[in-house]
């Protein structure tokens, strides 16, 4: 499956750079189309973020200069204590970092306060994170063809949300994590991995597996885990109180 995407994806790419080279089409025909982008923006963004000259934090922070930006880093603006963990631990805003929190919020940061169903259509997506762009420090420099040439890439498989977990094999990978996740659920400076929803619990694993989430610990354990292991771990945690 991977493999063919990303033949799928090299294909794109190879077509597009023949497209140019034979001066047919012009270069923005895979990426994000930024008009397009605006108007995703103005309709689901704009009532909560500014952007532009003036730009203030409203209900969420304002979004200029949003590549390259540390996560919860805009002076005078409070940030949920999870966004803040996030940036603390190295979430830094790039395409790939937007396209999974504008799928979904709380896939990158769990407790994070920006109420937003999500986009799920991931062509919306590269147009809105291209319009974004263009009010970034010198957009020219920041690559646009790779996060948007495989722009299904951040959608959890539906394959792999469709594993049914084996609560047992779960219990039994689980000593693992109860090291440092309280197997009480006691939230102490280390989130309660405890009475999530089987999903949420698999996309957010999901998360640092890919290393969309920034943190080094979980993304190697996360990344060692095969998706039924995750499965399993999701199905078991459930069930604890
Ligand atoms: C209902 C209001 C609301 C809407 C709609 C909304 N946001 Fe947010 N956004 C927030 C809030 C509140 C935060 C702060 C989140 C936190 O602290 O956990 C935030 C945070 C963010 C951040 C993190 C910024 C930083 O400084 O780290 C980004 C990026 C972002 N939003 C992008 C978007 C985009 C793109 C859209 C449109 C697809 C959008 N938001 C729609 C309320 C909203
Ligand atoms: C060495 C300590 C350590 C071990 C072992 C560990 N974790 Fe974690 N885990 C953490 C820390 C610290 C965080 C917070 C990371 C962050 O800020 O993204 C975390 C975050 C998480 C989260 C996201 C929680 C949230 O609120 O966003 C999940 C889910 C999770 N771990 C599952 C597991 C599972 C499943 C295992 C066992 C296979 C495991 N962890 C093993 C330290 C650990």
Redesign the pocket.
């Known amino acids: 499956m991977k493999m063919l995407r990303n033949l799928k994806s090299r294909l794109r790419i190879a077509a597009a750079t023949a497209a140019i080279l034979l001066g047919l089409a012009p270069a923005s025909a895979q990426i994000g189309d930024a008009d397009r982008g605006a108007e995703v ?1 103005n309709k ?2 704009k ?3 500014m952007l532009g000259e003036d730009a203030r934090n409203r ?3 304002h ?1 200029n200069g ?1 590549f390259g ?1 540390k ?4 002076e005078g603006y409070r ?2 204590k ?2 803040q963990r996030a940036g603390a631990d190295g979430l830094v ?1 790039q395409a790939e970092q ?1 396209d999974v ?2 799928t979904k919020p709380q896939a990158l ?1 769990t407790g ?5 169903r999500g ?1 799920k259509d991931s062509e919306k997506r590269a147009d ?1 994170i291209a319009f ?1 762009r263009a009010y970034s420090d010198s957009p020219q420099d920041i690559p646009e063809a790779a996060p948007t040439a495989d722009p299904t890439e951040h959608d959890v498989d539906p394959a792999i949300l469709a594993i049914v977990g084996d609560p047992e094999y779960g219990e039994y990978l689980s000593g693992e994590c109860t090291t440092c996740h309280q197997a009480s659920g006691a939230d102490q400076g280390i989130p309660s991995i405890t009475g999530w929803p089987q999903e949420d619990f698999v996309v957010v694993m999901q998360a640092y597996k890919s290393k969309a989430r920034p943190h080094p610990v979980m993304r190697m354990i996360a990344g060692r885990l095969s998706d039924e292991e995750i499965a399993g771990l999701a199905a078991y945690f459930e069930g604890v109180e």
Not at 71 to 74: E, F, M, Q, Y
Not at 112 to 116: C, E, H, I, P, V
């Open positions: 923006y689901q963004c009532s909560c973020h209900v969420g922070p979004l949003l930006r996560a919860a880093s805009i940030y949920s999870d966004m805003w937007l929190y504008v940061v994070t306060r920006m109420s937003f986009i809105l974004l």
